[in-house]
């Protein structure tokens, strides 16, 4: 009976927490703009205030890329950086007001690492969704 | 009590019990805070969404690829798209979801050159395969009418496909089948690799082979993208075959200088301005060629 309760508690919760991340994914989808292709990936992560969510992805050379990412149901819940592989700090959002959306223009392709995590003044969890897309 | 603390409730519920899961087998273990950043662990009926502190893997779009293809100026080649449009062959969901990504490759390139009549066909063909993976058919449906009245208009044409793909993956995710948008990934990276090297070898163009190259990275993103999908062993032989590509891949070198960006705030833009360059001998580019060329194959001939 326990475990039927445990069952139906994380089913209920599972389909709260999926229609937060779609809500979230609606936030997030208005900045890739029709300029902009989608990749065409979702990238979600349920995260706590401490914790982070680590983002890799390549980038081509010759490209402008726009990565939104979103957390909860306004901009600015989510806090992100870009680092190349070597760790080197290329941007970060919360020098920018926590915008939710960025352009990165690049010479070379190069592989990034994107971290996020929410700003603890949002909440104290969430889901975090980032979208790429890029430019036409 | 509001929604949004219902769904912070719920948030934290899940997360506290995920964490419990993640920490073996004893009941009774404490959950580890530090457990966090592991590839996620999953059984049963939870909920495949719910990864935390997860890493997240990035493939580029096929779409992406064809675009490079158009702009070094090659042709179409039909023959290069998958030689079998008969999607009911494929019997079985990994089957499905991988040619559902082939299918998708295949449509972006036809659609790059304006061949809108065969998109369409393709785009039946996916219909196909997304309603077997339960895929929702009005999300297709809807599309087709959409395409039928833009048949010339390439650009909506590709704004369509882009929000399809988007769309699609995020149902499967949101109905925990994040195994299945894996390997719809996996099809489609390899069916524009399959593109890449092929052109590459016919017209040893250097930015279509630095392409080849580049994927390098990608193809570690892939690895780690499918190994979080293989929780039962299904997918041990796509790993395989894929450790075994990432072996000629180690081959392929890769140079990189830091420059330090510009970042420009009234156009929320940062210019990365870090060089790299790859250098493909043709000995490596061949061992590539043949590695995806039999893995596209064992993709496209599967059945079950």
């Known amino acids: 009976m326990k475990q039927l309760t445990i069952f139906l508690l994380i089913s209920i919760c ?14 997030c989808e208005k900045h890739i703009t029709d300029d902009f292709l989608s990749d065409g990936q979702h990238y979600r992560a349920l995260l706590l205030t401490d914790q982070v969510a680590e983002f890799n992805a390549t980038l081509y050379g010759g490209t402008t ?37 960025w352009d990165f223009q690049l010479a070379s392709t190069m592989d990034v690492v994107v971290e996020a995590q929410l700003d603890p003044i949002a909440g104290s969890s969430g889901c975090a969704v980032m979208l790429i897309g890029f430019k036409r | 009590m509001n929604l949004s603390r219902i769904i912070n409730i719920c948030l934290l519920f899940t997360l506290t019990m995920y964490l419990s899961s993640c920490g073996g087998e004893s009941q009774s273990e404490q ?13 049963g009926n939870e909920s495949s969404i719910l990864k935390v502190g997860d890493k997240l893997f ?37 089957a499905q979801a991988m040619n559902l990504g082939v299918y998708g490759a295949d449509l972006g390139y036809a659609l790059i050159y304006n061949q809108s009549q065969q998109a369409f066909t393709l785009l039946a063909n996916c219909k196909k395969l997304g309603g077997e993976l339960g895929i929702s058919p009005s999300l297709y449906t809807t599309l087709m009418k959409r395409f ?3 048949m010339d208009n390439r650009d909506s044409l590709l704004i369509m496909i ?34 890449t090297t092929q052109l590459t070898a016919q017209m040893n163009d250097t930015k279509l082979r630095s392409r080849v190259g580049e994927q390098k990275n990608s193809l570690e993103n892939l690895i780690g993208l499918i190994d979080q999908s293989n929780l039962n062993g299904d997918l041990d032989g796509i ?15 890769y140079s990189y200088e830091w420059v330090e960006p510009e970042t420009k705030p ?31 194959a064992s993709i496209i001939n599967t059945t079950a």
């Open chain 2, 162 to 195: 882009a929000q399809l793909n988007s769309l699609s993956e995020e149902y499967l995710k949101e109905n925990q089948s994040e195994d299945i948008s894996a390997l719809i990934l996996y099809g489609g990276w390899v069916e524009s690799l399959y593109f």
């Open chain 2, 239 to 253: 790993i395989e075959d894929l450790k075994e590509l990432k072996t000629i891949f180690d081959k392929v070198d």
């Open chain 2, 31 to 43: 959950p580890k805070k530090d457990a966090a950043p592991e590839a996620p662990k999953k059984s």
């Open chain 2, 266 to 296: 009234d156009q929320k833009l940062t210019i990365i301005q870090s060089k790299s360059s790859v250098n493909l001998s043709d000995e490596v580019l061949k061992e590539i060629t043949d590695k995806i060329f039999e893995i596209r």
């Open chain 1, 65 to 101: 890329y726009r990565l939104s990412a979103c957390s909860g149901t306004q901009d600015g819940n989510l806090q992100f950086s870009v680092f190349d592989k070597e760790r080197n700090l290329i941007f970060r959002n919360v020098e920018h007001s926590n915008a939710p959306y």
């Open chain 1, 14 to 27: 599972a389909i709260s927490v999926n229609a937060q991340c779609a809500i979230t994914a609606d936030v």
């Open chain 2, 58 to 94: 990035n493939l580029p779009s096929p779409v992406e690829t064809a675009m490079l293809i158009e702009e070094i100026g090659g042709d179409f080649m039909e023959q290069l798209m998958s030689p079998a449009p008969d999607a009911t062959k494929y019997s079985t969901k990994n």
């Open chain 2, 148 to 150: 039928e009245n833009n």
